[in-house]
């Protein structure tokens, strides 16, 4: 894990301990981020979307495959606070 991901995470677990951190993906966490939920300030691990793909596309899945992956595994995931995935077009 680089620096810059240990710091991210570190940081993130100070500001929101029940914020949860993609096993797997930590060259995808990219930062972190605010938002307003019950009038208070939340914060939640933000990842970017092609960085997962890639990292699926290495473990030997193709683009097809990581994008399903992606959909049921990870984006469709219940419970508390969501990351947050960032999409570059």
Do not use: H, W
Request: net charge negative.
């Amino acid at each position: 894990m680089n620096e810059e991901v240990k710091y991210i995470i570190e940081k993130l677990q100070e500001l929101n301990p029940e914020a949860p951190i993609l096993e797997g993906f930590n060259q995808s966490l990219i930062g972190y981020a605010s938002f307003y939920a019950d009038g208070e300030s939340r914060f939640c691990a933000v990842y970017d979307f092609e960085l997962m793909i890639s990292e699926l596309i290495q473990q030997g899945m193709t683009r097809t495959e990581a994008i399903e992956y992606y959909d049921v595994n990870i984006a469709n995931t219940g419970g508390g606070f969501y990351p947050i995935f960032l999409y570059r077009e």
